[in-house]
């Protein structure tokens, strides 16, 4: 009787657990939601050619990519499905929304390449969240990696494809250039070898600041919200500039740190004599 006390009692947690979900457990898909409907609306205002609203969209959407596992963590409502459900709304937000509209923009022009450095472009994305993806299973990556992403990760990757509109917002008569389908051409196919390639880019999840940077970051910060109010445009497009100037410079650190680690791992294997 007992046994079949406890069997009955586990069929009605496990019914119990189908037909309830802890309202924590939704508010990270919600906030990815978000960012899925904020990539949509982006294609959606490409399609109508409002350039400004396009852009904000995609940055809309990159905020909630940033805020939704931050929630999941916060909460400890981290899952598969959400999992699953962020790398769609990264393909849709910053694969295929920003495709659309560099095509509207300017690869229109040239209506048969054009096209296909788009479609370049959001299967990279694709080729780039999968290949994120099936890493997170690995647990025996050096601990230097730990401050580096493999390639330019998908926000970043969306940044870098705008980097002529935003510019152009602020000079269109001056940076004309940035609009035309050559230079348009060459910055989709980079941005695409960036995404799929293992250079190392920077990560600044595990980074740390030292106590005498605290003031001074302080300050960059509020000029950095300052630029943002008068002129954000402009102060995003030198941001995904110095990004890009980044990239290099984040190789050197990369293998000097991976040097470092090589040398420590040398000397742990040394044997040690005794005396």
């Not at 496990?14 to 949509?40: D, H, W, Y």
């Not at 390639?151 to 510019?167: D, E, K």
């Not at 609009?179 to 348009?184: D, G, L, M, N, P």
Request: hydrophobic share 50%.
């Amino acid at each position: 009787m007992d046994k079949i006390k406890n069997l009955n009692d586990k069929l009605l947690l496990s019914k119990q657990k189908l037909t309830e979900i802890p309202f924590r457990k939704l508010a990270p898909n919600m906030v990815t939601m978000m960012a899925v409907c904020s990539g949509v609306t982006s294609i959606r205002y490409s399609i109508a050619e409002d350039w400004s609203k396009a852009v904000l969209y995609i940055f809309l959407a990159a905020l909630f990519d940033g805020l939704d596992g931050r929630v999941a963590r916060f909460l400890k409502a981290s899952s598969k499905f959400g999992a699953e459900l962020d790398s769609l709304s990264d393909f849709v937000s910053f694969g295929v929304a920003p495709a659309l509209l560099m095509y509207q923009w300017s690869l229109v022009d040239l209506p048969r390449f054009g096209w296909l450095f788009c479609l370049m472009f959001a299967m990279g994305m694709a080729m780039r969240l999968a290949r994120f993806n099936t890493m997170l299973d690995l647990n025996d990556v050096p601990e230097y990696w730990s401050h580096y992403f493999v390639g330019v990760p998908a926000p970043a990757a969306a940044g870098l494809s705008m980097m002529p509109i935003l510019i152009w917002f602020d000079f269109p008569k001056t940076a004309c250039f940035l609009r035309s389908t050559s230079f348009c051409s060459v910055l989709m196919c980079l941005v695409t070898f960036l995404m799929v390639s293992r250079i190392p880019t920077l990560s600044l999840k595990k980074s740390k600041v030292k106590t005498s940077m605290f003031m001074p970051l302080m300050l960059i910060v509020v000029l950095f919200i300052n630029f943002m109010l008068t002129q954000p445009w402009l102060t995003l497009g030198i941001l995904t500039c110095l990004y890009l100037i980044s990239i290099p410079l984040t190789c050197l650190s990369f293998r000097r740190d991976k040097k470092k680690f090589k040398q420590a791992a040398a000397l742990r294997s040394m044997p040690r004599h005794h005396a």
